[in-house]
């Protein structure tokens, strides 16, 4: 068989090529964007891709197209494709109905913190030899890759025992390992509107959080709570629900309708508890219903970390491990990049590359940074790169999220359509804009001295800003 993906160098779309070339399937595929690393990862692996999008890439015609969320009605590989009556199917189906079915699927869903709990779980499952398959967006320190399959012999472990931990087991003798997914609540497809998570289909969903984004496609948080809920009913009764205590966006998602046993994770709060040893989160204790599980010291920092942490513990469980020999793995665990990523440190300067969407993830990860570091000055260099960042939708919460920063160099291109001297103006003179990235390094050039923390945060490229800052610094 021959599958065309269409987008099929963004981070998800290049998983689900991986995942079709591991199965044996001829795979090749279109972008806009065919470049490093994507490109060749999935060169690497024998897939043929094809620059642009054009009705010659679809002939002749491929047995199935995937087609990417990216892809617009317009699009001239698109109307090829309809109007020529190919068969094609979304990525999210292509994956739940080939990949996923009849396997024990464990989805991370929420507005922050999927990848990094996402990858953290399939790190843990592996690390007691459950050779978990896995999707992830973006790539784990751990495994190199961001999807494999995964091995078989892996056990399996769904419908209710007996037990302190209740674990869900189905049959010892099914040889087909778990499956970790990233559940992104973004649409589906062009001609699929529902999120991508609804054709999943898992036994153990995580619920991290839930706030307002995506402003592109929802147009409040209401929405985005009504297919959190889609989610919730697709989860089986002898499943499990594994969802954040403290959020009360989630606590009315379930509050529509629960038919799958919950279990709570929070920082002093839930049936999975955290109590901190270091105010920065890099040591913590766990309790499981009020009894001791064990400690916790890794490299991650920040409270939302150790949120993401009792996530992953408790789906863990959930699909059968051991709580207490799931606690060293936390050591070993090696984050994706771009979070919280050390890039560089050069005059005693250190430099970080973070992924920031939201001013939820900003304000978190700057106040795990300043209880690390103490009174050392941060410097932030922010792109507003998610379409609800340009959108302006979170306009009016970025100052208070960059309360732990210095000082702030805000990338003010031309073409964005709000006036960035809304966030600038309320830092009280720690903030200042640069229409450029190359006047946004030399900004910080500027103001930087040894000692300090220099943070670029965004979700998109940056034009390797950080690497061209540390660059520009040992020059």
Not at 126 to 133: F, K, L, R, Y
Not at 200 to 220: K, Q, S
Not at 320 to 334: K, N, Q, S, Y
């Amino acid at each position: 068989m021959r599958l065309h993906i269409l987008g099929i160098c963004g981070t998800f779309m290049g998983g689900v090529a991986a995942l079709a070339r591991e199965l044996g399937l001829t795979v090749e595929g279109s972008d806009a964007a065919v470049y490093p690393p994507m490109s060749t990862q999935l060169e690497a692996l024998g897939i043929r891709l094809m620059d642009g999008y054009t009705a010659e890439h679809l002939q002749p015609a491929p047995d199935l197209v995937v087609v990417g969320n990216a892809m617009t009605r317009g699009n001239p590989a698109v109307e090829h494709m309809l109007d020529a009556r190919l068969r094609y199917v979304s990525g999210p189906q292509w994956l739940g109905e080939t990949v996923l079915a009849g396997r024990e699927v464990l989805a991370v869903a929420g507005t922050h913190g999927k990848t990094t709990t996402t990858s953290l779980l399939a790190h843990l499952l592996d690390s007691v030899g459950m050779a978990p398959g896995f999707l992830i967006g973006g790539v784990p320190g751990n495994f190199g890759v961001s999807a494999r399959l995964g091995g078989e012999g892996g056990q399996s472990h769904f419908s209710k025992t007996s037990g302190e931990n209740h674990t869900l087991r189905k049959s010892d003798s099914d040889p087909l390992s778990p499956f970790v997914i990233e559940a992104d609540e973004y649409d589906t497809a062009f001609f699929d509107k529902r999120s991508k998570f609804v054709h999943y289909r898992p036994r153990v969903a995580i619920l991290n959080n839930l706030e307002y984004d995506h402003a592109d496609i929802f147009p409040d948080l209401a929405a985005i709570q009504r297919q959190f809920h889609h989610l919730v009913r697709t989860v089986p009764r002898n499943g499990r629900l594994i969802v954040n205590a403290h959020d009360a966006a989630l606590a009315q998602v379930l509050a529509m309708g629960c038919w799958t046993p919950v279990e709570t994770f929070g920082i002093g709060q839930g049936d999975w508890q955290a109590r901190l040893l270091e105010a920065d989160g890099s040591a913590f204790a766990v309790q499981y219903c009020g009894v001791a599980v064990g400690e916790v010291r890794w490299s991650l920092l920040g409270r939302h970390s150790v949120l993401n942490a009792l996530a992953a513990l408790a789906a863990a469980t959930a699909a059968g491990a051991d709580a207490r020999e799931l606690l060293p793995a936390f050591a070993t665990f090696e984050s994706v990049k771009r979070r919280m990523e050390l890039v560089g440190e050069t005059g005693g300067v250190r430099v970080y590359d973070d992924f920031a969407h939201h001013p939820t993830a900003i304000a978190t990860t700057l106040a795990g940074l300043r209880a690390k570091v103490g009174d050392a000055r941060i410097l932030v260099a922010l792109e507003p790169r998610s379409n609800s960042m340009r959108l302006g939708a979170h306009a009016a919460g970025l100052a208070p999220s960059l309360a732990d920063a210095d000082a702030v160099v805000f990338l003010h291109r031309p073409e964005l359509p709000w006036d960035a001297a809304r966030v600038t103006d309320a830092l009280a003179g720690r903030g200042r804009t640069a229409a450029t990235v190359a006047a946004l390094i030399e900004a910080l050039r500027g103001q930087v001295r040894p000692g300090d923390h220099v943070v670029f945060m965004s979700n998109g490229g940056f034009e390797n800003a950080p690497r061209r800052f540390v660059q520009a610094m040992e020059g």
